[in-house]
């Protein structure tokens, strides 16, 4: 889960890179890139467990996280986080969707597309 999460971290920040409204997303005012990578102060980010584990301490979570920014999401990536976000359905691997699935009660996964088969009785 933490890559899909670090994924979506960077995917979301990048947004306004890819849009051209921005060069960097340190650019972007509504952007959480200058608190999670500079420690610019923001009441309203409470950073995921997953960022905490970047490093040990404040410092190195920060550069961890700049770090990620050194390349672009592959392209794979990119399309299955817009799938799911599109599709309504959730991303990580097959047993966090389970776990999703359970506490949700339904399908949280793409289904496959067509009438299911009559069954006979």
């Known amino acids: 889960m933490r890559d899909d999460l670090l994924a979506c971290h960077r995917y979301i920040e990048s947004n306004p890179v890819r849009a051209g409204m921005v060069r960097h997303p340190a650019e972007y005012v509504w952007s959480s890139y200058r608190h999670n990578a500079q420690g610019e ?69 793409r289904g496959t597309p067509g009438r299911p088969p009559k069954v006979e009785a």
Do not use: M
């Open 41 to 109: 102060s923001n009441p309203l980010i409470q950073p995921h467990d997953c960022y905490h584990s970047l490093g040990i301490d404040e410092l190195s979570n920060r550069k961890a996280y700049r770090e990620l920014f050194g390349s672009h999401l592959e392209p794979g990536q990119v399309d299955e986080i817009r799938s799911a976000t599109n599709g309504n359905y959730v991303l990580g691997d097959s047993r966090f969707k389970q776990q999703i699935t359970n506490v949700l009660g339904r399908r949280v996964t």
